[in-house]
């Protein structure tokens, strides 16, 4: 599949996927989106990259083990729904904050962190997955 | 409208038993995947389908009204996809694996753990 | 979603907990997020192999701790839930913990310790790079999970969660036998969980709810109108299925033996349990009048799956294989107390499980030390390891003690108790069957003895290649805690034969546990 038209094409379709999986991430707590399609949609992205240039460039793009990001994005979610241990609430509930950012007030929450842990554990694992299947086919 | 779906579901369960009957492991993949499927749907049928109804719920009864489909199983089913893709996923890789390692992908030939003709342990002491 | 905002008029304590939660009650949960946060972090840090070993002791270290003041807490304040995230049962996911499920998990933490311990020497730099640690860690969240959650919907989450662990776990290796015992694991062990989703949805049509406690409220009135017979006799399929019972238990002497002997051991003391675990929690407390029914049925099995293992186990060349059918006789020991259903078999079913758990982790860790010396699980090759290694010949003739049934270790109680509870309601047979596979084991258990530690060495040119040295502290240790414990729950069985009384008395009668997740009687 390494056709020059794919291979100059795949870059830049691979980041605005990226760019996209994030806006969805970001938009899913009240409109459809969220973590979970977010990540595959990073996933997807980083595995398109993989077929047009070889797993070995992506490893080194992304950086760390997609096992070592899926696991950073587990601590995140364990942590966001700790949190409420400090206001006597139970376990995974929602909390909400308002940061004033210029003149607007933004709403954060552990929701968010929750929904960002579970974007890092999905892209994670189905990066990891798909890229031993992609590593194995071309040997 | 449920009919139809029941029946859906019935024809996807058969399929995904008749695939899993088969010996080689990739059609057990495939039965596994329509499977999933099979069961996905059955739990969103079994919470109604209804047109677009808003969802109010008057004070009193407990439960949600005729008219509405039960939002619950919809919630359920995210879940189970989610696993139930996951689970596709890595049994696709061990699949794969099996199918390089192994050099075949016939579970009759898959004697690896089970070889034949194991000896018989010691008779006497 | 709704803010707590305080411009919001709406009543939200109609919806919402208000009341704040103690601190002690974290204790529900802190086993689960203890396992999940450690194995999370240990996957981040998997190249550091040096670390591994030792962060996972102190964390199981901890887990033990903690499970322990789960335990204490249940045992003293009776049945604790918490319900996730504010909103009320049956609409939040509960945690329950009762004193079987809390026992259970303690047992489970030790055992996961020990294997710890263990897998600190027997696991090589390669099985901790490719992760090792973290699975045990997200494997035992799922099975914590399992034996906690008040919920059925989690139970089949937590499920999923320790299967896929345990795949990680089962291929550490990729040599190609492990790949064809784990294809045939995976697959199969899919089907059971499907049927489990496939009852659970069902369920969730007839009810409306998946609160434990919940069902149990509504269970006795829909009993004349809904097909909860059907629902019942898929439970049991698919939970037997788990915990390897008779006619399907395929997969467990297919898988069991190939893995690293470390995690075979983990899996033999936790997986099959589990399943047994669930069939309590649904056969005896969630539907205990459809139960009577299938009554015949489950002793039937139960029956089968322990004669079989037996016979099973005396027809093994492999020790591993021979253990693997080991575990399915005891599963059919279990499976009789539930078919009793009476306060003396459920209590016989829970010491068993508890001993099963303890005494086949620890035989797997003995048959893993044995098969370093005598360099293979054959028993056709003498290995004279009782004049070589002396305290592991010891430890293992206990453990085929115990596993056997024989005083003075921990079989010999729950056995007892459980052909006690047979014959109290006339089943002579079942008692015969339980008397029979004790003996059968104790052939099986006493060949593996004679052939492989008793038997001396044919030729005497080998004694003096240097003799495989066993380290006290990764080898030793934790095969001597699990035989302390199995040594213990024989000698001094009074306070653990009361336990487990007590648990299976707050399994048939639930009212403890429904009053735990809803205080005043209920929302409606």
Redesign the interface.
């Known amino acids: 599949m390494n056709t020059l038209i794919f291979r100059t094409i795949a870059p830049y379709l691979t980041s605005l996927m990226v760019l996209f999986s994030v806006f969805v991430l970001l938009r899913g707590?009240?409109e459809p989106g969220g973590g979970?399609i977010g990540g595959l949609i990073a996933a997807s992205a980083f595995a398109i990259y993989g077929i047009a240039w070889g797993v070995s460039p992506v490893r080194r793009a992304i950086y760390f083990?997609p096992?070592?990001i899926?696991?950073?994005?587990?601590?995140l979610a364990?942590?966001s729904?700790?949190l409420s241990?400090f206001f006597?609430?139970?376990?995974?509930?929602?909390l909400?904050g308002y940061v004033p950012i210029f003149e607007d007030e933004i709403?954060v929450?552990t929701?968010l962190f929750f929904d960002i842990g579970v974007y890092f554990v999905v892209v994670g694992?189905?990066t990891s997955?798909a890229l031993?299947?992609e590593e194995?086919s071309r040997d | 409208m449920e009919t139809y779906m029941i029946l859906l579901v019935g024809v996807f369960f058969s399929v995904a038993v008749y695939l899993f009957l088969s010996r080689h492991i990739i059609r057990i993949l495939l039965g596994a995947a329509i499977l999933g499927n099979a069961v996905n749907l059955l739990i969103f049928t079994s919470g109604r389908l209804t047109r677009e109804v808003p969802p109010i719920i008057a004070t009193g009864p407990t439960g949600t009204p005729e008219t509405m489909a039960n939002p619950l199983p919809q919630a359920l089913i995210l879940t189970a996809i989610v696993i139930s893709f996951s689970f596709f996923a890595f049994l696709l890789v061990l699949t794969y694996r099996t199918y390089q390692e192994l050099d075949t992908d016939d579970t009759d030939e898959m004697r690896f753990a089970e070889p034949r003709g194991q000896q018989m342990p010691p008779l006497e002491y | 979603m709704a803010s707590p905002d305080t411009s919001n008029t709406a009543d939200l304590s109609v919806a919402m907990m208000t009341a704040p939660v103690e601190l002690a009650d974290w204790l529900v949960v802190a086993p689960v997020a203890l396992c999940i946060t450690f194995g999370a972090i240990l996957m981040m840090l998997r190249k550091n192999t040096w670390l591994q070993a030792g962060a996972s002791v102190v964390g199981l270290s901890l887990l033990v701790v903690a499970c322990g003041a789960l335990l204490a807490h249940v045992l003293l304040n009776g049945t604790v839930t918490m319900t996730m995230g504010r909103w009320l049962p049956p609409f939040g996911i509960s945690f329950t913990v009762d004193i079987l499920g809390a026992s259970l998990t303690f047992v489970a933490s030790v055992i996961a310790l020990a294997s710890g311990i263990f897998g600190a020497n027997d696991v090589d730099m390669s099985g901790r790079r490719y992760g090792f640690y973290p699975f045990l860690f997200l494997m035992m969240a799922g099975v914590i999970g399992s034996f906690l959650t008040g919920d059925i919907f989690n139970l089949y989450v937590w499920f999923e969660v320790l299967l896929i662990s345990s795949f990680g776990l089962l291929i550490l290796g990729s040599e190609p036998r492990q790949i064809d015992g784990a294809t045939k694991y995976a697959f199969l062990n899919l089907v059971a969980t499907t049927l489990f989703l496939i009852a659970t949805g069902y369920l969730y049509g007839i009810f409306g709810t998946l609160n434990m406690a919940d069902i149990m409220r509504k269970a006795p009135e829909m009993g004349e109108t809904a097909p909860l017979l059907t629902l019942t006799a898929m439970y049991f399929m698919a939970f037997g299925m788990k915990a390897a019972a008779f006619p399907v238990n395929f997969w467990l002497p297919a898988s069991y033996h190939t893995p690293r002997i470390v995690v075979s051991a983990i899996f033999a003391g936790l997986l099959t349990k589990v399943g047994v675990y669930a069939l309590l929690r649904v056969l005896i407390m969630l539907f205990p009048a459809e139960r009577e029914v299938l009554g015949l049925v489950v002793a039937i099995v139960a029956v089968l799956t322990m004669v079989f293992g037996a016979l099973g186990a005396l027809a093994q060349t492999d020790y591993r294989r021979l253990l693997g059918y080991l575990v399915i006789s005891g599963i059919g020991v279990m499976l009789a107390g539930i078919a009793l259903a009476s306060l003396t078999g459920l209590s016989g079913t829970i010491f068993y499980a508890v001993h099963s758990m303890i005494v086949m982790t620890a035989l797997y860790l003995v048959c893993g030390l044995t098969a370093r010396i005598a360099g293979g699980f054959s028993l056709a090759e003498p290995a004279d390891i009782y004049r070589s290694h002396l305290p592991l010949a010891a430890l293992t003739l206990m453990l085929l003690f115990a596993v056997s049934g024989l005083p003075p270790f921990s079989g010999f109680w729950p056995k007892a108790v459980l052909v006690k509870a047979s014959l109290d309601v006339g089943e002579w047979w079942m008692a015969g069957a339980i008397l029979l596979t004790g003996f059968l084991t104790t052939i099986a258990a006493g060949r593996v003895w004679i052939l492989v530690y008793w038997r001396a060495r044919q030729e005497a040119g080998d004694s003096d290649a240097s003799p495989v040295r066993l380290k006290p502290m990764t080898d030793y240790l934790p095969v001597g805690i699990l035989t302390a414990l199995a040594v213990l729950l024989g000698v001094y069985p009074e306070p653990f034969l009361d336990m487990a009384q007590t648990a299976a008395s707050q399994l048939i009668h639930p009212a403890a546990y429904i009053d735990s997740v809803f205080p005043a009687g209920g929302v409606e």
């Open positions: 707590h009240n979970f083990h096992l070592g899926a696991g950073f994005g587990l601590v364990t942590f729904g700790m241990i006597h609430a139970p376990f995974m509930t929602g909400w709403p929450s929701v694992a189905i997955v031993a299947l194995r």
